[in-house]
């Protein structure tokens, strides 16, 4: 028989422990429901449950010839070389958004083939590195 301080901490750790993995099992809930992957156009055009009313992200290529700015919104095709989806955005861009260029807007759909964006966020390869970054390291190579 275990004598009384043995059951005392082993039922003070096994508190301890139930409380860890309730608190880590919150946690990964709360994240999990604000975690927002971004989708294809080919994703969105083929899937069959989508909800127009929640945000969602969607990523692809900024489809060349198709950036057109009026006032002060901003209308572009992304394409993921299979199917394509408009895109309404009213705001700044991001310095690195360029026709042919990665982006992910985040907004909400219209419909299957118009999105209407709150932000765009530009997207770069590993070789990308800030102008500023870019200045200091070429003054510094002299």
Do not use: C, W
């Amino acid at each position: 028989m275990l004598p009384k301080k043995v059951k005392k901490r082993a039922s003070l750790l096994a508190v301890f422990l139930s409380a860890s993995v309730f608190g880590v099992f919150l946690i990964l809930n709360a994240l999990n429901k604000n975690i927002l992957y971004f989708n294809s156009p080919t994703d969105i055009k083929v899937s069959q449950d989508i909800n127009f009313d929640k945000k969602i992200r969607v990523g692809g290529m900024v489809k060349k010839n198709t950036l057109n700015i009026k006032d002060q919104e901003i209308i572009f095709i992304i394409t993921d070389f299979k199917n394509e989806i408009k895109v309404s955005f009213k705001g700044t861009i991001p310095n690195l958004f360029a026709e042919g260029k990665g982006v992910v807007a985040e907004g909400k759909l219209q419909d299957k083939k118009f999105f209407i964006a709150d932000r765009i966020l530009a997207k770069h390869d590993e070789n990308y590195m800030p102008p500023e970054l870019k200045n200091i390291m070429k003054n510094n190579a002299k």
